[in-house]
């Protein structure tokens, strides 16, 4: 089962921060948290991932909190090709558990 | 450096044949996972291979699923026997060797096929 909860949509100006929160309340200290999206039935593509400190790469940005039980994706200039379902997965750091959980994920939606 | 490639990407099998979808992984990848998504659903973790062996299976079902990744050539997951219930999305994804110790950026991070469309007539 999956140990996230997203809102399941959300709608975004194009040209605007997209803000897109996680919560995983229960999560471990070995655990980390991957970010993951999947545009209209492709596969899922990789996008982010972190432990406790604030993370940014070329795609987008990833703030956790203090206590580590919720975060947020952050694209900082939302286009129409970030329409996509977005996935918050806890994973554990340990060698030999590499599968992903995926829940529900939330649909954003890039409004012109 | 191509991706993951999967083949085919549309398959249509009537009830009762067998399909065979097919995974290359990215070059220099040893670790393969395969993915189901049903209709309108996320995706659910199936089975993660490295050469010549099954690590974890704990996704696929019991009967008629397997999968095996040879030390030449590309994954294969079989399905035999198929139903209606098997028509779905099936993706592949690879990972490289792991690192020696914690790492950033690409480390553990999964790169995934197109997928495979199985409809069952």
């Known amino acids: 089962d999956a140990k996230t909860t997203q809102p399941p949509s959300m709608d975004c100006a194009e040209g605007r921060a997209a803000n897109l929160p996680c919560n995983h309340s229960?999560?471990?200290?070995?655990?980390?948290v991957y970010w993951y999206r999947q545009i209209h039935s492709q596969g899922p593509q990789y996008i982010i991932h972190?432990?406790?400190n604030n993370e940014t790469n070329e795609m987008a940005s990833l703030i956790i909190t203090e206590d580590r039980k919720s975060s947020t994706l952050i694209l900082p200039h939302a286009t129409l090709r970030d329409t996509a379902v977005y996935y918050c997965?806890?994973?554990?750091?340990?060698?030999?558990?590499?599968?992903?959980?995926f829940g529900t994920g939330t649909r954003l939606t890039i409004i012109p | 450096n191509a991706g993951v490639m999967q083949n085919p990407r549309h398959l249509v099998r009537r009830r009762g044949q067998e399909a065979r979808l097919r995974c290359s992984p990215m070059?220099?990848?040893?670790?393969v996972y395969w993915y189901r998504q049903l209709p309108e659903e996320g995706l659910k973790f199936m089975v993660y291979?490295?050469?010549?062996?099954?690590?974890?299976e704990s996704g696929m079902p019991k009967e008629r699923f397997s999968a095996e990744f040879p030390k030449e050539g590309p994954s294969i997951l079989r399905i035999q026997q198929v139903v209606r219930g098997d028509s779905a999305a099936y993706f592949c994804?690879?990972?490289?060797?792991?690192?020696?110790?914690?790492?950033?950026?690409?480390?553990?991070?999964?790169?995934f096929g197109p997928g495979t469309r199985l409809t069952v007539l």
């Open positions: 229960t999560i471990s200290g070995n655990e980390y």
């Open positions: 997965i806890v994973r554990p750091y340990n060698f030999g558990n590499e599968k992903l959980t």
């Open positions: 972190g432990l406790k």
């Open positions: 070059k220099g990848h040893s670790h």
């Open positions: 994804a690879s990972s490289p060797p792991v690192a020696g110790g914690a790492g950033r950026g690409s480390y553990n991070e999964q790169f």
């Open positions: 291979l490295q050469k010549e062996n099954i690590i974890d």
